[in-house]
Nanobody
Framework: QVQLVESGGGLVQAGGSLRLSCVASGSVSGINFMGWFRQAPGKQRELVAITGGDRTDYADSVKGRFTISRDNAKNTVYLQMNSLKPEDTAIYYC?????????????WGQGTQVTVSS
């Protein structure tokens, strides 16, 4: 199993920045992709960014503003969020894809709240 702990959320004004961190522990050697989802009140959880190997992808709504990065030595993935907008307000969840072939399993962190005021 993999355990994920997010941190770095908070309250910021529009145009501000935050950096989220997610530290993985447990069976970290089997992790393939790491990424971030978010869920705003009354809405479905949506992909924000994901990275693994040479593959990186962002939601259209955050391209040019958010940057995902990964420190494999620290088993940590980051999400640098710049030029924040009120519509970015959500609980942000770290996720990992672990295992190979038919043994792939997804894990989720507990979430960290990001609130952007106008």
């Amino acid at each position: 199993q993999v355990q994920l702990v997010e941190s770095g959320g908070g309250l910021v004004q529009a145009g501000g920045s935050l950096r989220l961190s997610c530290v993985a522990s447990g069976s970290v050697s089997g992790i393939n992709f790491m990424g971030w989802f978010r869920q705003a009140p009354g809405k479905q959880r949506e992909l924000v960014a994901i990275t693994g190997g040479d593959r990186t992808d962002y939601a259209d709504s955050v391209k040019g503003r958010f940057t995902i990065s990964r420190d494999n030595a620290k088993n940590t993935v980051y999400l640098q969020m710049n030029s924040l907008k009120p519509e970015d307000t959500a609980i942000y969840y770290c996720t990992v894809d672990s295992g190979a072939d038919s043994s792939r399993v997804g894990y989720w962190g507990q979430g960290t709240q990001v609130t952007v005021s106008s």
